[in-house]
């Protein structure tokens, strides 16, 4: 029975798939930086912070895959980001790598291509566009893994992560949304699949408005269960009562493109 480890245990992703992920695999280590309040009798789970090796390393111990969703997972402040998802994503791979871990599955964001217009349809190979500071942690993190995997055999999975939750929140979110169990399906075929070398999947669910192509996990055994367009009324609904703006409204990235923007607004840029 494999033991892994999920670190971001008590991050809004790591408390959805702690109850999703013990019947797969019932040997579970839980982490975050801190004890999840809600933690129960039959958890296992050990603290760490990710920016220190030692304590990376310790939750590392007997482990055969990892799925990293620790981190920082909005946009902040660059020493934040520094420390969680520059140091802490390097500390986790380095660790893996230490202990002999198999697999790692980490959590990369639509942020790390968020520069791409609405408009077009991207696929996994295509240049960096992160559109914050928080995607280009994630570009680093993509990077990190591609080495990991190229020089030192460990499977690697980047899942760039659309929006999670239980339904689309807007307008936006019926383009990337991804359902709860369809995340956990895309963690199966990267801690699993025996033909993971290097991969980048996009974290999405069955959703008619995509932007992305994700064939490669369609080929490896990906089956989304999730349709965005079932809950399109709600968001429509939703965005209605969202201030328009032309940055966040033109690219993938919506909001996080916009946030700090000092470009001129009047031009928005459409990457070929
Ligand atoms: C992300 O990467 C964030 O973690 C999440 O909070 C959302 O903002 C999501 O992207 C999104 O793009 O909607």
Redesign the pocket.
């Known amino acids: 029975m494999p033991r892994i480890l999920m670190t971001g245990a008590a991050g809004g992703i790591g408390a959805s798939l702690r109850k999703l992920l013990p019947p797969i695999y019932p040997d579970l280590l839980l982490s975050d930086v801190e004890t999840p309040a809600d933690l129960c009798a039959g958890e296992k789970f050990k603290a760490a912070d990710l920016s220190d090796l030692a304590q990376v390393e310790a939750i590392c111990e007997g482990v055969d895959g990892i799925l990293h969703f620790g981190g920082f997972?909005?946009e902040g402040p660059w020493d934040d980001i520094l420390q969680s998802n520059i140091i802490g994503c390097y500390n986790l791979f380095e660790a893996a790598r230490k202990n002999g871990v198999k697999r790692v599955v980490f959590a990369s964001?639509?942020?790390a291509v968020g520069f791409y217009p609405r408009h077009h349809r991207i696929g996994t190979g295509v240049t960096a566009r992160p559109d914050s500071r928080y995607g280009v942690s994630k570009v680093f993190g993509e990077a990190v893994g591609a080495l990991y995997a190229d020089k030192h055999g460990l499977g690697v999975t980047c899942l760039r992560?659309?929006?999670f939750g239980d339904k689309p929140l807007d307008h936006r979110?019926l383009s990337?949304w991804l359902k709860p169990e369809d995340l956990v399906q895309l963690c199966r075929i990267g801690l699993d699949h025996p033909d993971i070398h290097f991969e980048i999947f996009y974290g999405a669910s069955y959703n008619e408005r995509a932007w992305w192509d994700n064939h490669r996990a369609y080929d490896l055994g990906y089956r989304p269960t999730g349709r965005a367009e079932d809950f399109r009324e709600h968001a429509m609904a939703e965005q209605a009562k969202l201030p328009p703006d032309p940055v966040s409204d033109f690219y993938q990235?919506?909001a996080?493109c916009g946030m700090e923007f000092s470009g001129d607004k009047s031009r928005v840029i459409d990457w070929k």
Do not use: D
């Open positions: 997972s909005v964001s639509n942020h992560i659309g929006n979110r990337i990235g919506g996080f």
